[in-house]
Each structure stands twice: as C-alpha cells, then as structure tokens.
C-alpha cells in the first residue's frame, strides 16, 4: 500500500543527507511503531511519506501514486498528526467546518465521540485551550477523519494519564483491515501493546522489521533476579526486581515485548538481532 523507494532527502544541498536510499514496504491493517534515536530522520520521514518534503532522490508511493504531486485522491486519505503544531484562534465548530470536507470519510459522530471520551465536547474555543487539551482535539479530528494512513509523531506528549489510556483504546479499536497507522514515538511504554510491527531505524538503515508475533516467538522478556538467567541474556538492563532481560525464547513461551529493552538491544547488537530473527523464518 506504500512503497518507499531508495530515498534520500537533505535540509540544504550542503548538508550531509538525514535519509540516504532508505526503501520500506507498509502494509494495510497494521499499527507500525517508528523507533530510533534523536535525529535519525523519523519525522523527517513522516514528512516525505505525506509530500511535504521534496525528496533528492527516491520516491513514497501510496496506491502507486508518487505522494509527491500532492494529488487530491492521495491527500484526502492521509492525516499527519505532527509532533508541535498550531491550532486557529476560532471555535472547534468552525474548525470542523473549515477542514472536514478535505476529508470525504470524516465522520461528526465519531469526533463527538472521541471528544466524549476525552470528557471534552463540541463547544469548544481553540484559542482557550492548553497543550494537551489541543492535542486531544486534533487527534479526535485526525481519527474523526478516518483516512486510510494515519501518520503520528509523538502522539502521547502533552497527553494526562486518563489521556493516554484512551489513545491506546482508540487506536485498538478503530484499526481495520484497510487502514495503515504508524506512530513515531520515544514514550515506548504508551503504545507497547497496541503495535503490530515493530520499525527500529538508525542512520538510514532499517535495523528491525518485524511483527510482534515474531518477536515474541524469537524473544522472552523476563523481570527476574536470577543470575542463572541473566548470564544467558541477549540484553539486561537493572529493574526493581533485579534485571530486565532479553532471551532466546527458546520453549515457546509468552511474555510482553519490552519495547525499551528491544529497542537498546537492536541498537547495540543488530548483526545478532537479524541472525536471531532469519533462524526463526526458517
């Protein structure tokens, strides 16, 4: 559903490029979770995949369209959700009125019910409101919409706990078959158990891609103070019961993914990571 096709963009000619001939295949009826370390190009790569940015070379194409041309067929199916953005100084109706329309799925009833379950409503100034409150809006808005990508950077900053507890419900049950969700995020512990697939990316490269059913098959997260464990472990970190460990999952058991301890690893050991995962796929 969307190609990302050797890839390269730079701020300026002169600089050193943020993406170099990165490629990435996205598939529908997945929630992605986009990780990597500051400034390796995540945002920037949302920004290209909606034809915000003009790429040096390589192309994003979404139903074999080259998102580029900023068509109205590609446009009215993609919502970003940046990770700073500004709201106008006018009433959430007449926001509503202003932009739904760019957006033939928008749906009012869903976004008074997502502005329900945030226990906010319609009769709202946006001039008025905080960080957070705007956040809750814009986010009630960008699924209101239901577009068939839906691109997020750090959707969870600026959102309370009761906040971000409803975001993981509503991104739980509104995904669907025909849709493609992708969050870009450092608050790991926000959206570990909503991912489908897991994206670790560093210096444009790809360094992890896969499902978390296959990472939960390869790999066993334990909480444990046993050293016995621990000096079989891919990864450890300290924790409160003792360490956290990454394993081998070598008797199918189940654990959750620790998005933290997968992460730390992928960057330190990749070469092992991608050995573990291609044992696994045979």
């Known amino acids: 559903m969307i190609e990302i096709d050797n890839l390269s963009f730079a701020y300026k000619r002169s600089k050193p490029a943020v993406i170099q001939n990165f490629s990435l295949n996205l598939e529908r009826g997945k929630v992605y979770g986009l990780l990597g370390k500051n400034g390796v190009g995540k945002s920037t790569l949302l920004y290209l995949m909606t034809g915000l940015l003009t790429p040096r070379s390589g192309r994003v194409l979404f139903e074999e369209t080259d998102v580029r041309k900023r068509l109205p067929v590609t446009m009215q199916d993609i919502f970003l959700v940046p990770e700073e953005f500004e709201l106008p100084p006018v009433s959430l109706v ?124 390869c790999l066993l997260f334990k909480e444990t103070d046993d050293a016995s464990l621990l000096a079989n472990a891919i990864y450890s970190l300290p924790s409160v019961q003792g360490h956290s460990l990454m394993l081998r999952n070598l008797k199918d058991e189940e654990s959750d993914i620790n998005l933290e301890l997968l992460f730390n690893a992928t960057l330190s050991q990749p070469k092992l990571l991608i050995e573990l995962f291609l044992k696994n796929d045979k």
């Not at 926001?95 to 976004?111: C, G, Q, V």
């Not at 950077?153 to 969700?181: C, H, V, W, Y």
């Open 94 to 217: 007449s926001f509503i009125e202003l932009n739904s329309p760019f957006y033939p799925k928008f749906s009012k009833e869903d976004m008074m019910r997502y502005l329900h379950y945030f226990e906010m409503d319609m009769d709202l100034n946006l001039k008025t409101l905080s960080m957070g409150q705007k956040k809750k809006v814009f986010m009630s808005f960008a699924l209101a919409s239901n577009t068939s990508v839906l691109l997020m950077d750090e959707p969870t900053n600026g959102l309370d706990i009761p906040g971000k507890s409803q975001f993981r419900k509503f991104i739980a049950s509104e995904m669907s078959e025909d849709k493609i969700i992708i969050i870009s995020t450092h608050q790991v512990r926000d959206v570990d158990r909503i991912l489908d697939h897991v994206l670790i990316m560093d210096n444009s490269r790809v360094l992890l891609n896969e499902s978390t059913v296959n990472i939960q098959k």
